[in-house]
């Protein structure tokens, strides 16, 4: 039998098992300073961002959110963090964190993390919201080029430098970025020929885990396909899922095309 994620990540049904969650800015000091523990429980990240940091991103520009079940508002299962951003096309919201405790994921909090986030800045005049994630965590590929229509914009290589934590354990921080539209979906996935896959591992985390020096060469690998992808003019369409789930890739006068017609 399939598991939950999987229907999800096949298009199937799903029903939401945690109605009863709510998702809420939060604005006050005794709020903030509880968020680096708390991104310290989803990441393990040994860096947490200071309350003071957050304190200057709630009042100018971003915000801060958490979901909690409706009856225990105290009881934090999901965080998204979001700052004023700014590149050669303007000011956009940079949503820098979304993460959700690793036992009440796939109940759709993420996703109603992240249309809160959409709202609220549409709210507050934002055009697009942009971010980055790991090119091989074939999870948040699919929920955020094929689930949210997010599209990818850039490749950065070793975005953060080396960073000794649980999620990476030390290999390169590359990261794609994406940007969503705030005021219109993306387009579909487009078909027809002129397509090419990048391929990644189903579950990195299990791989970290077997084999972190074949994580290392497959990031590598993955980044070389990226960058002569996109110096040759292709552009990620969407991302596929299956028993090895890859990216989909076209050329961009296709793609346009397709947006186009």
């Not at 971003?62 to 700052?83: E, K, M, R, S, T």
């Not at 590149?87 to 759709?108: E, F, I, N, P």
């Not at 002569?228 to 090895?244: I, K, P, R």
């Amino acid at each position: 039998m399939d598991s939950r994620w999987d229907v999800f990540l096949k298009g199937g049904p799903v029903v939401d098992p945690t109605p009863a969650i709510q998702v809420r800015e939060i604005l006050g000091n005794d709020d903030l300073r509880r968020v680096p523990t708390f991104e310290q429980r989803i990441w393990h990240n040994p860096q947490p961002t200071p309350p003071s940091v957050l304190r200057v991103w709630a009042d100018h520009g971003g915000a801060v959110w958490v979901a909690a079940p409706v009856d225990a508002p105290d009881d934090w299962v999901g965080l998204a963090v979001a700052l004023p951003a700014r590149d050669r096309r303007g000011w956009y919201l940079h949503s820098d964190l979304t993460g959700v405790l690793s036992a009440w994921r796939s109940r759709g909090i993420g996703r109603r993390l992240k249309e809160r986030q959409r709202d609220w800045a549409r709210r507050a005049g934002y055009s697009r919201i942009g971010w980055t994630f790991d090119p091989l965590r074939a999870r948040n590929a699919w929920f955020n080029l094929q689930h949210l229509n997010a599209r990818v914009v850039a490749y950065y290589e070793d975005y953060y430098g080396i960073l000794d934590t649980s999620l990476t354990q030390g290999y390169p921080t590359d990261r794609l970025f994406v940007e969503w539209p705030v005021g219109a979906e993306g387009p579909p996935l487009p078909e027809g020929p002129g397509e090419q896959r990048i391929r990644v591992p189903r579950d990195i985390e299990a791989l970290l885990q077997q084999d972190p020096g074949k994580v290392r060469a497959t990031l590598l690998d993955v980044r070389r396909q990226f960058q002569t992808a996109f110096a040759q003019g292709w552009v990620v369409a969407g991302f596929e899922w299956s028993d090895v789930p890859c990216y989909v890739l076209r050329p961009a006068a296709d793609l346009n095309a397709s947006r186009e017609g």
